[in-house]
């Protein structure tokens, strides 16, 4: 018995609906980039599971890089003060970009990264997030390919923490409040 279970008061997406829904994406991918060889950012640390399946639901060649942001320090709530903690290593001008993120709650961070991107010249990009809040943006902000939608509640698991723990659950589940209040 995983003793982090007794932290989450439900489980939301489980191993099979996650990757079920990680294969769909990765066919669209496959067939929207076709004879061509996207780069696909991770953002971490949270993107870091996702992004490890969704390559390998892809079926045409890619490259793939890293950019580390925090945004959050170990509250649960969006400072929306964005830092990068690690650039990425690939030259993006004129390529196709993939940003992969986790969770778009307030959309500060995801409107951050895509500003920061589009400063490289890459010649088009996307975003692919595993899970949307809608209830929680504060900015109007677009994304291309999402996973799942989820209430305005504190979601752990499948690379997502909370003071840098439940990343390794591997499903995505409510952390229980009283452990965050
Ligand atoms: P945003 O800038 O408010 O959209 O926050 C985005 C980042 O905050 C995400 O990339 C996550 O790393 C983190 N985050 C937002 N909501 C949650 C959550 O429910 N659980 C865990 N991390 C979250
Ligand atoms: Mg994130």
Not at 103 to 113: A, N, P, R
Not at 124 to 152: M, W
């Amino acid at each position: 018995m995983n003793q982090m279970n007794c932290d989450i008061s439900a489980v939301l997406f489980d191993e099979y609906r996650i990757q079920t829904r990680i294969r769909e994406i990765g066919l669209e991918i496959s067939n929207e980039y076709q004879d061509r060889k996207p780069i696909l950012i991770g953002i971490l640390k949270g993107g870091f599971i996702f992004l490890a399946d969704l390559v390998r639901s892809i079926s045409i060649p890619v490259e793939v890089d890293f950019l580390a942001i925090s945004s959050y320090g170990a509250g649960t709530s969006s400072s929306g003060v964005v830092k990068i903690r690690k650039d990425i290593d690939l030259d993006i001008s004129g390529r196709d970009v993939i940003v992969v993120e986790d969770i778009v709650d307030s959309g500060l961070s995801l409107q951050y990264i895509k500003d920061y991107l589009w400063q490289h010249k890459p010649s088009s990009l996307r975003t692919c997030v595993l899970l949307d809040k809608p209830e929680a943006h504060k900015i109007e902000v677009h994304f291309d390919y999402v996973g799942f939608e989820v209430q305005n509640e504190f979601v752990v698991g499948y690379g997502l923490d909370f003071a840098e723990t439940y990343r390794n659950l591997p499903y995505i589940g409510i952390l229980k409040e009283e452990l965050y209040q």
